[in-house]
């Protein structure tokens, strides 16, 4: 066997062993409409990774930002990102849409 069908062994191997773990991660949905986040509040379970499918149905761009997350990320209009938050101890963490901070508010709660 050649090293280059052993690296590409490995490098499968390597892919079958991570899968289960990036399927264990809970994903939650935030969905951005009339500048407001459905729903407002997420529950998330504490000292957990997860990974939040951010949906923007607005035709104009949002950005979802949370100092306390220490996350920031442009979702254009009528479209979808991805963003990984915690694991996070128990607690509230608050979040805002940038460009309409005003509506586009809402808090994660970690139990």
Do not use: C
């Amino acid at each position: 066997m050649n090293s280059r069908m052993k690296m590409s062994l490995w490098l499968l191997a390597g892919i079958l062993l991570t899968r289960p773990l990036l399927a264990a991660v809970p994903e939650l949905q935030l969905e951005i409409r009339d500048h407001l986040f459905f729903p407002a509040t997420l529950e998330i379970p504490a000292n957990q990774k997860v990974r939040l499918l951010i949906i923007n149905n607005d035709p104009t761009p949002e950005e979802f930002e949370s100092y306390e997350l220490n996350r920031e990320k442009v979702v254009p209009g009528n479209s979808r990102t991805v963003i990984f938050i915690g694991p996070l101890e128990p607690g509230e963490y608050p979040f805002f849409g940038e460009f309409f901070p005003k509506t586009a508010q809402g808090k994660v709660v970690a139990k």
